[in-house]
């Protein structure tokens, strides 16, 4: 997990052109990554092109984060460039809404906020008990850009029914460890990594910078991922 790369996903949508999102997961702060690993990353994604929104979508932390981790992990991540704002939903490690909060970094628990014409849900996550997709998107305007943030990849088919246009999640670490990620996926039935279409809906996965249990990766990239809506 020394090598961090950045990971372009290309979606299509007649509502936008040329939405820039950049989004980040399953950072498992303290297992392989260190405050100074971090400030590198945060200074890389910085000369990137600008992202319209930037999205934490999930165990930026764990169970195993000690305080002083905790505080330095969203002080870096607030520094991230952003038009309209850093945004995070929890994963099924973390709880830290204090923190988040007073680094400027908006937390979404089943809450919806519309920038313009995009609306973002984010969901809590689905570890814990929270409102269903469909009640969430009952009345959002669809003629807006939705994204439903979401650190698990789940309910891809109700957000499509429901006339959502795209879901960002993590969680999966791509699988972390070869082949338990696609023996995962067949048993399942859950998506790992990557890209997948529902009719006009999107939703992408990325399989985050670190993993959870032990600090190696074999089964997908370490990455942040900047997505591109055209």
Known sequence: MNHVVKTDFTVSSH??????????????????ITPEKLSKYVDEM?????????????????????????RSVFKSLSQLKSRNGIYYVYGNHDDIK??????????????????????LIGRKDASFSRKS??????????????????????DMKENASNKADLQVSGHTHGGQIWPLGI????????????????????TVT?????????PIKTGAPSEYAYITVK
């Open 206 to 214: 990325t399989s985050g910078i670190a993993g959870w249990g032990y």
């Open 183 to 202: 023996l995962q996926a067949i048993t399942t039935g859950t998506m790992r990594y990557g890209v997948k279409k529902i009719d006009q809906f999107y």
């Open 98 to 119: 204090k923190e988040c909060e007073v680094h400027n970094i908006q937390v979404l628990e089943d809450e919806i906020k519309t920038i313009g014409n995009i609306t």
């Open 15 to 32: 509502k936008v052109n040329n939405l820039k999102l950049l989004a980040i997961s399953d950072l498992h702060m303290g297992l392989s």
């Open 133 to 154: 997709s469909s009640e969430l998107l009952k009345n959002v305007d669809k003629k807006n850009y939705i994204i439903v943030l979401d650190h698990q990849p789940l």
């Open 46 to 70: 910085n000369r990137l092109e600008t992202p319209d929104f930037v999205f934490l979508v999930g165990d930026i932390v764990d169970e195993r984060t000690d305080v002083s981790d905790m």
